[in-house]
Each structure stands twice: as structure tokens, then as C-alpha cells.
């Protein structure tokens, strides 16, 4: 039986130190990375989305970064595509692809290979939609969303409206849920022998503690003046205006408060969205966890790394 090719998957929370994990994994083993964040796939930004530096990337291409203009949306289907040609293209190489990101949603399409049907959009349900969102409110929308496909509605942020629209307009279309779409979907094993990494923490205040650290040392490193240059611009933003980072700097900007109220709600966002992401991730029983807090903190992680795609190899690759 022909053996598949490999790939190599880092996930978790923001701040929890994949970018550097996927690059030294890179470095050693000859990969590449492949992005799987649903900011960093926009251009401008940098600071706000976190996206690694030349420093940080040491030389290791890095695809999916930068490659859409602020004002398009990139759906789940569209990244999935994207990806599967750049894994295509390492492999082609010879090399191993290495998926880094802490867009769950992104990661679990691509790597359990969903199959996207062809639903068509309906302008005119999504717009209407559009318009009940802002007259009945969003949540009246996740509540409908709630009576016809609860497993989606569970799945989707409160906030993220613009999924919460394409749900109900996937039901109104075919009368069947999103998530009964998706389920159906998964019934082509995925072409990659896949190795999932998690990096996790115990101590969810230690986490915070990071999170905080991080966005200090954002602030040093320009977020400030990028945010400011990208509002004076008057670029239209959508999608991208979601980054965590930029929004909560608006009123500031505005000179509706101080600067220290904005910060602080960068902060607390932050600290919000790795719960969330950490809460997605733990539901998978296919990753394999390195607990960064009870590992030494400069040794520890890349060398219990090792150890757990040296078994992977034995067994599988």
C-alpha cells in the first residue's frame, strides 16, 4: 500500500509560541510553512495580526501570509483551496508542509479534508438577513440559527455574523443545516499521513499573563502608529477590520477615550479569543499536547516536540 505524504500541523491559542515551534520543526525536519490564520491571510497589519517577522521566519518561506487585499472576504472553502495547491506544490519538493495557525475552523477543513458542496449564495436571503441583523439584532439571528442548526450555532461566535448569515441562508437554500453539509462532506479520508501538534498551557492565567506580555511588546514594536496609519489611509476594510488589535483602537482614534481604555481592551479580547480557540482545540483527540507550563520554558518545548514525531514516524510515516 503506497505510503501518503506527510504533514505536519501546530496548533493552539494565540500567544502560546507556534510560529516559532513551526519553524524550528521546518528547519529540522525540511519543510515549509503554510499559515492557517484568518488575519494573517490579509495584507497590512502586521503588528496587529501577529505575523512573524523576517527574523522570526529565519529564512523559511512562509505561504498564506498577506496574500488577499483588506476589503475581501476569504471563506473557509477558499482558504481550504489555497492551501491544498501550496501542501501540493512543498510536497512537490520533496519537502514536508507545515501547517501553523490557530484558526481552528481553518485547520479542521483542511485536514479532515472536507468537501465543500456547491451551495450557491443567494444574494437576496443575505441580504435580507443583513438587514434583520440590524433591525431585530444579531442575536435574534443566532437564535433562529439555534432552532434550525444548533450544532453550527454552538460552533459560531456570537459575534461572527457574517457566518451566522451564510448558515441561515444555507438553510433557506436547501433546507438542510450547514453542519449536516459538513458532516456529509467528511467522507473522503484525507491524502496526507497528518501529525497534529497542540501547544497548551495549565494554568490559564500564566496564558494570560503571555497574552498581556505580548501586546505590551506589540505596542513597543509600532502597533500604534500602524493602526493610526491604516485609519488615516481610509482603506476600506472589512473582514480584516475584525483583527483583534485594530477595532479596539478606533475610539481612541476617534478621540472618543484614552488610550489606556483601548489597551486594556485589547488585552481582554485577547485573553477571550485564546479561551475560545483552546476550547475548540481540546474537542480533538487527535492532537498530540505539549504543555507549555510545565515544561521548562527555554528547553523544552521543541525537544518534546521531537520526541513526539520521532513515535509518529515509527509508526506511521
Known amino acids: 500500500m503506497e505510503?501518503?505524504?506527510?504533514?505536519?500541523?501546530?496548533?493552539g491559542a494565540t500567544a502560546s509560541g507556534k510560529t516559532a515551534l513551526g519553524v524550528e520543526i521546518a528547519q529540522a525536519y525540511g519543510g515549509e510553512v503554510i499559515s492557517a490564520d484568518s488575519m494573517q491571510i490579509y495584507e497590512g497589519l502586521d503588528i496587529a495580526t501577529a505575523k512573524p517577522t523576517a527574523d522570526e521566519m529565519q529564512g523559511i518561506p512562509h505561504h498564506l501570509?498577506?496574500?488577499?487585499p483588506p476589503d475581501e472576504a476569504c471563506s473557509v472553502a477558499m482558504y481550504v483551496e489555497m492551501a491544498r495547491a501550496k501542501i501540493a506544490e512543498i510536497h512537490a519538493k520533496g519537502k514536508i508542509p507545515v501547517i501553523v495557525g490557530g484558526t481552528g475552523l481553518y485547520l479542521d477543513s483542511l485536514?479532515?479534508?472536507i468537501q465543500f458542496p456547491d451551495i450557491p449564495s443567494a444574494p437576496e436571503?443575505?441580504?435580507r438577513l443583513e438587514r434583520e441583523s440590524e433591525t431585530?439584532?444579531?442575536?435574534?439571528?443566532?437564535e433562529r440559527l439555534v432552532q434550525c442548526d444548533p450544532e453550527s450555532a454552538a460552533r459560531l461566535h456570537e459575534n461572527n455574523l457574517r457566518r451566522i448569515i451564510r448558515a441561515l441562508e444555507v438553510y433557506e437554500l436547501t433546507g438542510i443545516p450547514l453542519s449536516e453539509h459538513a458532516r456529509r462532506s467528511r467522507a473522503v479520508p484525507a491524502p496526507w499521513e497528518i501529525l497534529r501538534i497542540g501547544i497548551g498551557f495549565a494554568d490559564r492565567e500564566k496564558q494570560y499573563d503571555r497574552i498581556r506580555k505580548r501586546v505590551d511588546l506589540m505596542l513597543d514594536t509600532g502597533l500604534l502608529e500602524e493602526v493610526r496609519a491604516e485609519y488615516d489611509s481610509g482603506r476600506r476594510r472589512t473582514t480584516a477590520a475584525m483583527a483583534i488589535g485594530y477595532k479596539e483602537l478606533l475610539p481612541w482614534l476617534a478621540g472618543e477615550e484614552p488610550l489606556?481604555?483601548?489597551?486594556a481592551r485589547i488585552k481582554q479580547e485577547t485573553c477571550r479569543y485564546a479561551k475560545r480557540q483552546g476550547t475548540w482545540f481540546r474537542r480533538n483527540a487527535d492532537i498530540q499536547w505539549i504543555i507549555r507550563d510545565e515544561i521548562c520554558?527555554?528547553?523544552?518545548i521543541f525537544e518534546n516536540c521531537q520526541k513526539i514525531i520521532a513515535k509518529w514516524q515509527q509508526d506511521v510515516v
Not at 136 to 142: C, F, I, K, N, S
Not at 260 to 263: F, L, N, S, T, Y
Not at 297 to 300: I, L, R, T
Open 136 to 142: 431585530l439584532g444579531r442575536t435574534a439571528l443566532r
Open 65 to 68: 501570509i498577506s496574500v488577499l
Open 125 to 127: 436571503i443575505r441580504a
Open 297 to 300: 520554558e527555554n528547553c523544552g
Open 3 to 11: 505510503k501518503k505524504p506527510p504533514v505536519i500541523a501546530v496548533c
Open 111 to 113: 485536514l479532515d479534508n
Open 260 to 263: 489606556a481604555d483601548g489597551v
